[in-house]
C-alpha cells in the first residue's frame, strides 16, 4: 500500500485545512485509514481514524473542530479541519491498516500561526 498525503500548508489561527490521502497499490481489505500528527519534540499521536464501514474515531483534542471521511471508489480519506489552532501544528500523517499491518505516508506539515 502507497498512501499520498497533500493539502498541508500554513493558515492563521481560526482557519481551515483539508487534508487529502491517497491510497494506490495492493489496497484490498483496508479495514482503518486515518491521520496521525507529530509535533516537535513530541510523539506520535492520533487524530481521526474510519473504517471501512465508516465507523470513526477522533481524538478528543480535534472533537467539534476536525472532521474525517473516506470515499472507498477513490481509495481517499480527508481530513477537514476548522477553527485550528496553534497547537495543531505538527506533521500530519497518512496511515492504512491492512491484514494488521499499519502502513505511512510521507507526511504533510500543517503550521498554524497565532
Known amino acids: 500500500v502507497q498512501l499520498q498525503a497533500s493539502g498541508g500548508g500554513l493558515v492563521q489561527a481560526g482557519g481551515s485545512l483539508r487534508l487529502s490521502c491517497v491510497a494506490s497499490?495492493?489496497?484490498?481489505?483496508?479495514?482503518?485509514m486515518g491521520w496521525y500528527r507529530q509535533a516537535p519534540g513530541k510523539q506520535r499521536e492520533l487524530v481521526a481514524v474510519?473504517?471501512?464501514?465508516?465507523?470513526?474515531n477522533l481524538a478528543d483534542s480535534v472533537k467539534g473542530r476536525f472532521t474525517i471521511s473516506r470515499d472507498n471508489a477513490k481509495n481517499t480519506v480527508y481530513l477537514q479541519m476548522n477553527s485550528l489552532k496553534p497547537e495543531d501544528t505538527a506533521v500530519y500523517y497518512c496511515?492504512?491498516?491492512?491484514?494488521?499491518?499499519?502502513?505511512w505516508g510521507q507526511g504533510t506539515l500543517v503550521t498554524v500561526s497565532s
Open positions: 474510519i473504517t471501512s464501514g465508516g465507523n470513526t
Open positions: 496511515s492504512a491498516v491492512q491484514l494488521g499491518w499499519h502502513y
Open positions: 497499490g495492493s489496497i484490498f481489505s483496508i479495514a482503518e
